[in-house]
Structures are given as C-alpha cells and as structure tokens.
C-alpha cells in the first residue's frame, strides 16, 4: 500500500511581503524583550518597565503565529513554534538566575 501523500497549500504571492515583516518583527520585538528584561535586572531603567517588555515578548509570540499561519506550516513545526516562544520568554530567565548563582558564590 502506497502512503497517501501530504499536499501543502502553496504560499500566496501575497503573503510573502507579511511573512516577511512578521519573521523581521519578531527579531526586533525579541531583542526588544531581552533587551528591557536585561536592563531592568542590571537596573539600568525602573522596575516600572518590565511589563512593556512582556509585551514585545507577547508581540513576538504573535509574530510567530502569524508566521506559522501564513506559511502553512504542519504540526511538528508549529509545536516547534510554540517552543520557541516559550524558550524565548524563559531563556533571560535562566541566563540572569545562572549568573546571578555565579556572583553569589563569588562574592569579592
């Protein structure tokens, strides 16, 4: 028996200017994020800004869905997608605990 054969829509000549913009978008909205989460944990900006930058990370998270959708991507890589935002969001996180662990165990 012969596997059925999985046909993906093509991508409309259209679209192709706002996958553009929207893949473009999430590396400024990423770096945005990672930016002013930095920032305020080396407290070069206020504590009072840390919101604006969960919402770049949510822009670039929708970013990524507009993506994915307008690309017409299968399931393994949406999941990918969404690991990829969530590894966006936690990745500072992880960075600034780990250094953070280090300068404490270091202390001059």
Known sequence: MVDPVMIRPEIALDDFL???VSSALVLV???LYVGIYTA???????????????VFW????YCLYLM???????DFTAKALV?????ILLLPHAVYYM???VHQQNEH
Not at 58 to 61: D, F, P
Not at 68 to 74: A, I, T
């Open 18 to 20: 706002p996958i553009f």
């Open 29 to 31: 909205f990423g770096g």
């Open 40 to 54: 305020v944990k080396v407290k070069l900006i206020n504590k009072w800004t840390m919101p604006l930058g969960y």
């Open 58 to 61: 949510m822009l670039t998270a």
């Open 68 to 74: 994915g959708s307008l690309m017409h991507v299968g």
């Open 83 to 87: 690991v990829a935002a969530v590894g």
């Open 99 to 101: 250094q953070d662990q």
